[in-house]
């Protein structure tokens, strides 16, 4: 059998296929989610890697063995099988192994109402369970006899029920690039942008898990530099890439630049806020200062937490919070279930650019506030020790205050940083924000100097 540590992650599983992870232990997971959840019934979706209807099918035969009905929407973005979580009121489980390479799959997992299933949630019995199982201890029978299998579309519904979240009836024509990187996005983009003034020009919506023109992974700069020169050799209005996945979005403006995901981030709260004025909005620790600014301005409060998907989503259900935004382009909104959805920050983006005549660069200046250095890894051999050496370095000075919610925090005057330690390599991840670009360079240049000493 495999070993789980190398696959079972913060709130996910992900392995390489099929030397980590096949359809037996598959068949495991599926059995103990439905045990650990006390499901009698869960939605299953999968992505279009080669591998991901085998596992998907396993995983659902597990689940029946168990005695759950299990309901099948076959291939869907991440998003839409949170929507199927939320709409149905089931646990939900996803095959995808999102942005990562062609040889990984993996599985995301939620209880009802698209509710996470974390380390703390439940991940740790199922793996528990699998690990037993696995080893020889008989799984015990199911009490109400083998469930059920069928299968059901919900493409039409996803979109129709995003477009309900957003007022995009006054918005003018837009040429739109849209790179899919031969992932999700090429299955759910027509559905969701039909019939809406809309030039859409499409790139890569063939679905394909072996990604043959990049790997879709667009927090990467080298996986949206086509993206870039059709928006410019087109003139287009604005470009948006999609992750394998499609569960995050990242915006290109019309001069082929990237939006910054805190800047999107941003430019979505401020909406959110209109509509539901005086609400709460999480953002974490990493995102760039304008957003807890312009939360503020328009009447929020915002509220930091650390990064991660699961602790996004608890804060979000523990507060109430309209809309919650990440550094990595994970946008969560209240009226998703507290889930992230790519395609419902891109319709707000559309919508925003659409309601007014100015370019997107113009529009999204007012929330792209500060240089910043981008996340920059350092491999060491010490992550402890080279935090420590950092937080000696900076702590006792004037003005200088440190916080450790998520690794190392550091503001000063008119700048901050932050450290975090990777839980899954040997590296510690650098993010520096400033006034001033000239800032951001003194800081960053200090700190990796102690970092890689």
Known sequence: MADLSEIVKAYDVRGVVP?????????????????????TSIVIGHDMRTSSPGLSRAFGRGAAARGADVTEIGLCSTDELYFASGYLDLPGAMFTASHNPA??????????????????????????LVEEWSEGTPMPPAESGEGTITERQLLTDYARYLRSLVDLGAIRPLKVVVDAGNGMGGYTVPTVFEGLPLELDALYFELDGSFPNHEANPLAPKNI???????????????????????RCFVVDERGEPVPPSAVAALVAARELAKSP??????????????????KENGGTPVRTRVGHSFIKQQMAETGAVFGGEHSAHYYFRDFWNADTGMLAALHVLAALGEQQRPLSELVH??????????????????????AAVREAFAGREGVTLDELDGLTVLGDGWWFNLRPSNTEPLLRLNVEAQDTPTVERIRDEVLDLVRA
Not at 19 to 39: C, K, N, P
Request: charged share 25%; aromatic share 6%.
């Open 103 to 128: 040889q990984y799959n993996g599985i995301k997992m939620c209880r009802a109402g698209a509710a996470p299933v974390g380390q703390e949630t439940g991940l740790a019995e199922i793996r528990a």
């Open 19 to 39: 030397d980590q992870w096949d359809e037996a232990l598959a068949e495991l997971f599926g059995a103990a989610f439905v045990q650990v959840t006390d499901a």
């Open 366 to 387: 007012e929330y792209d506030r500060y240089p910043a250095s981008g996340e920059i890894n350092s491999t060491v051999a010490d992550q402890q020790g080279r935090t």
């Open 225 to 247: 530099v086509d993206l870039q020169q059709r928006v410019r050799e087109t003139d287009a209005d604005i470009g948006l890439a999609f992750d394998g996945d499609a569960d």
């Open 278 to 295: 005086g609400s709460t909005v999480i953002h974490n620790l990493i995102t760039s200062q304008s957003v807890p600014e312009v939360v």
